[in-house]
């Protein structure tokens, strides 16, 4: 069965600081892949999304990600974090064939210091 | 719209009670998708419908959970006889159907179940 692991369940970084989530999948072929936020209260919001293509994706809020073959990942960076990116993250595989659904990680939860 | 809406935005029922959830998803977006979101956990697909058929139920965790939909417009997500394990925030989403990958989603519905 498809599955997506985010293996930090909570990150905290300080402000200005770089930011890397980590996001593996596990499927037969290449999926869709998909980073969506979601704020306090807030429904979800796509940052970036992968189909193919070039492997670095660029998103809103100056985020990107790396799509890596070999690796099974979907790493979501941002180079300067802002207090106002403190949310939870959630990584999703979209499958090709079948079912439109989406298959979610756990979802790692971003806490900013001042 | 200008975008997925969900009613009620919160539900608080007793246990044994039957509630209905409403999705009006985005005009002319012909998929739609429940979601569930237990708390500090990752989303669950529960049902997806093209149309007004509904190809994929394979999340609906059991009979007391049914789904339908009027044509390419508004869905209910029915749980009879609600169970504590019931409380979660059910999410909406829609898309542009087959080859429309990317979901939006809705602010969700909160049911705590006492």
């Known amino acids: 069965a498809q599955s997506v692991t985010q293996p930090d369940i909570h990150i905290t970084v300080s402000e200005g600081a770089s930011l890397e989530l980590r996001c593996n999948y596990s499927y037969g072929a290449t999926p869709y892949l998909f980073w969506y936020v979601q704020s306090p209260g807030q429904g979800l919001q796509l940052l970036l999304k992968?189909?193919?293509?070039?492997?670095l994706v660029q998103g809103i809020k100056g985020f990107e990600a790396e799509f890596k073959r070999s690796q099974s990942s979907f790493n979501l960076r941002k180079p300067s974090v802002h207090w106002s990116d403190a949310a939870e993250y959630f990584c999703?595989?979209?499958?090709?064939?079948?079912?439109?659904?989406?298959?979610f990680g756990q979802g790692t939860r971003l806490t900013i210091n001042p | 719209g200008a975008g997925v809406s969900q009613s009620p935005s919160n539900k608080v029922t007793e246990k044994g009670k039957d509630v209905e959830l409403r999705c009006d998803p985005i005009s002319g977006h012909t998929a739609l998708y429940w979601y569930r979101q237990r708390l500090g956990q990752g989303l669950e697909f529960l049902i997806y419908?093209?149309?007004?058929?509904?190809?994929?139920k394979s999340g609906l965790p059991s009979d007391r959970f049914s789904a339908e939909r009027t044509g390419e417009s508004v869905s209910t997500l029915t749980i009879q006889r609600t169970q504590q394990e019931d409380s979660a925030v059910y999410l909406c989403?829609?898309?542009?159907?087959?080859?429309?990958?990317?979901?939006?989603f809705g602010p969700g519905t909160r049911l705590t179940v006492l």
């Open positions: 419908f093209q149309g007004n058929s509904a190809p994929d």
């Open positions: 992968y189909f193919s293509g070039d492997t």
């Open positions: 999703a595989v979209g499958l090709i064939q079948g079912a439109q659904k989406l298959v």
């Open positions: 989403a829609s898309s542009l159907g087959r080859g429309g990958i990317e979901q939006f």
